[in-house]
């Protein structure tokens, strides 16, 4: 364009602040150039011009110029003060208010154009500038379309929208000017022309969906830049405009392999340890599969850790579940009191899913947890469609873990096939960890089953507990498999008595046999001593046998001696002699 | 910048004030046709004061002007804006209260 002065210049961005949007359009507005803000009434126009104004000023020290040509300057601030903006300093020093309304009663004689109020803005702005360390300064031209329309005549409205259009560049000024679009995609002529002039185009909308409000963004065009093409949600809130992130450009966040205990002991060893510290975690399910409960205990581990949790949920108003939970010993009473757990109930059809999605950020950034858990998630399929509850919950998945919180979220579900097929939001590919419940129905009892379907960098069990929930609170059991079949509940009960049983026998029989064996033992050991004993007596026997022998043969000698004695024999012959004759 | 036609300075009775930016079309136009107009005034009741935003920015503040050329009636009262050139002469009188009594 040769009537662009600054042609060559590269493409600099300016951060609007509003971090969901400085994310879709790849770093904020042109710098030094035209953005168009096109819009209906109610679209939030004025506040997103406000807004970037106001974070300007108070996060990159910008001095800032709005000129309003529709609305009242105090009305302006009136709003803004509504927002929590503190503008009463910011005014002092960096931003200034220009009331250019008409006056009413003001008669048009002939053409006009802005160059007087140019002059008059440049030299304010310099002067603004000046006043704050040389920087950039961003002007705002509100409702322009009210003042053009006073021309009366298209190819002088174009003329003045060049002429904001060269100032800009040329002064090196960043401007955001905001018109109302016409109804149904058919501009205004002063918007049409404009719409080929400005360097960024965006369009805010505003529409009933399933009669919930629901705004949206749309880039509909930036010069020189990439940015996200399709509808951004928006919510207008308490603070200002918020756009959710949409972290698709920055998936980078810190990874922690630390373990964070489940609340079930069994279900920690089924997955080395617990879930993974900042994961996401869906559990879906049947109603009545416990789900609440395997939240609850999650959350009230990790109080009892000394962490702070937040609950945030769409079925039940707190006093419930607290009570619900404690019927089963997960006692949260004690951590509300503490103030380390806060609930937070709201039903889903009253807001939009954005609204939920800004409303929770809000709910993180006061209450600061480390752990989470959205109950249920599938409630947000209720406030404004299915692609759009997906879009948000991934959000909340993708933000959550870029400041590591982990966060646990539930989801209804009736089975598990039907769910292969199609996940109501889906949200069942982005989440780290799933863990299915069912009911298993054998021999006319319906038994609770927890399933790990998956777990994202985590060692698994990849069998089927049961479930079991008592006044002790939610616990798991083994499973039972017997050709091929899981057995469950009372058949459970029954293999295991009947193991118990087995068990008991096989002592019992032990403990005979031992018994037997010491019987045994102690006869073997009796008669061993038996014949020890008439060992004994024939050694003694046999003793006394050898000595009487001993004195017999001795008396016979002695006999023999006398008889010699009295034959007066020779001692050796006599008897050969004797014995011969 | 002044324009203070001499013949009588004990009183205007018209005080006008003509907002225009340097020397563009519009304000170029706006100060011929205001010439012109105020032929219809008798001779020495009016006083007219010229403000160049350009020169003068600050006077857009200072007054809240928001496009140029604007001419404010000052006085008589009641005080009103006439924006624009002033080539519609019809209703430049009209907005005026000056009735055309020298018309063509």
Redesign the interface.
């Known amino acids: 364009m040769n009537d662009h002065p600054e042609s060559f210049e590269p493409l600099i961005k300016m951060p609007t602040g509003i971090q969901g949007f400085d994310e879709a359009s790849g770093g904020g507005l042109p710098r030094h150039r035209t953005t168009l803000l096109l819009g209906g009434p109610g679209s939030g126009k004025t506040v997103f011009s406000l807004q970037t104004l106001v974070n300007g000023a108070q996060k990159y020290e910008e001095p800032g110029i709005f000129i309003a040509?529709e609305e009242k300057t105090s009305q302006i601030l009136t709003n803004a003060a509504s927002f929590g903006w503190n503008l009463q300093d910011l005014v002092a020093r960096r931003l200034f208010f220009?009331?250019?309304?008409?006056?009413v009663?003001?008669?048009?004689?002939?053409?006009?154009?802005?160059?007087?109020?140019l002059?008059?803005?440049?030299?304010?702005a310099e002067e603004m500038s000046a006043s704050n360390g040389g920087k950039p300064v961003r002007v705002v031209f509100d409702a322009v379309d009210v003042?053009l329309s006073?021309l009366e005549n298209p190819l002088a409205e174009r003329e003045e929208i060049y002429r904001i259009h060269n100032w800009l560049a040329e002064n090196q000024i960043t401007g955001i000017i905001t018109a109302k679009s016409g109804v149904e995609g058919a501009p205004r002529t002063e918007t049409g022309a404009l719409q080929f002039i400005a360097d960024c185009v965006i369009e805010l909308k505003r529409a009933m969906r399933e009669s919930i409000s629901h705004r949206t963004l749309t880039i509909i065009k930036y010069r020189g830049s990439d940015f996200v093409e399709s509808e951004v949600s928006l919510v207008v809130g308490k603070q200002g405009i918020d756009v959710p992130s949409l972290s698709i450009f920055d998936m980078d966040y810190a990874v922690s392999s630390a373990r964070i205990p489940t609340g079930l002991p069994r279900l920690d060893t089924m997955m080395s340890g617990g879930y993974l510290s900042g994961s996401s975690i869906l559990i879906t399910g049947a109603p009545g599969t416990t789900k609440t409960m395997l939240a609850g205990s999650f959350l009230e581990a990790a109080c009892l850790r000394g962490e702070r949790a937040l609950y945030v949920s769409f079925d039940e108003g707190p006093a419930e579940i607290v009570r619900n939970l404690a019927s089963v010993n997960v006692q949260l009473a004690p951590h509300i009191e503490s103030g380390l757990l806060c609930i937070s109930s709201s039903r889903a059809e009253a807001r939009s899913a954005v609204e939920h999605l800004v409303k929770i950020k809000q709910m993180i950034r006061q209450h600061q947890p480390t752990c989470m858990v959205v109950d249920p998630i599938s409630s947000m399929v209720k406030a404004g469609g299915e692609t759009l509850a997906k879009s948000i919950a991934q959000r909340l998945i993708y933000e959550t873990k870029a400041i590591g919180i982990t966060l646990l979220m539930t989801s209804l579900l009736a089975d598990f096939d039907q769910m292969l097929e199609a996940t109501p939001i889906e949200i069942s590919t982005i989440a780290d960890t799933w863990i299915h419940l069912s009911y298993v129905i054998q021999s006319g009892e319906r038994n609770r089953a927890l399933t790990i379907v998956k777990a994202r960098g985590t060692g698994h069990s990849n069998q089927v507990r049961e479930l079991v929930v008592s006044n002790d609170g939610p616990d798991l059991q083994d499973v039972y498999m017997t050709g091929g079949e899981v057995l469950m509940g009372t058949l459970r009960y029954e293999r295991e008595a009947e193991e118990r049983a087995g068990l008991a026998r096989h002592q019992q029989e032990t403990e005979h046999y031992r018994r037997e064996l010491q019987a045994r033992q102690a006869e073997a050991e009796a008669r061993m001593r038996a014949v020890q004993q008439e060992i004994q007596v024939a050694q003694e026997e046999l003793a006394t046998l050898d000595q009487a022998a001993d004195q017999q043969s001795e008396q016979r000698q002695q006999n023999q001696d006398e008889v010699r004695r009295i034959r007066r024999a020779d001692a050796d012959d006599d008897g050969s002699r004797g014995s011969e004759g | 910048m002044m324009e203070n036609k001499p013949q009588n300075p004990s009183q205007p009775e018209w005080k006008f004030r003509l907002?225009?930016?340097?020397d563009?079309?519009?304000?170029q136009?706006?100060r011929a046709?205001l010439e012109t107009i105020l032929h219809s005034l008798p001779e020495g009741c009016y006083q007219v004061e010229i403000i160049d935003?350009?020169k003068e920015?600050?006077?857009?503040?200072e007054d809240?002007?928001?496009?140029?050329?604007?001419?404010i009636k000052l006085s008589p009262a009641p005080v009103?804006?006439?924006?624009?050139?002033?080539?519609?002469k019809k209703?430049?009188l009209q907005?005026l209260e000056i009735r055309e009594a020298q018309d063509e």
């Open positions: 040509f220009i009331d250019a309304r008409m006056s009663d003001a008669v048009k004689t002939g053409g006009f154009d802005l160059a007087g109020m002059a008059g803005v440049k030299a304010k003042l006073h | 907002y225009i930016a340097g563009s079309p519009h304000s136009a706006a046709n935003i350009l920015p600050m006077r857009m503040f809240g002007i928001v496009v140029t050329p604007m001419l009103c804006q006439l924006m624009g050139s002033l080539s519609d209703r430049v907005a």
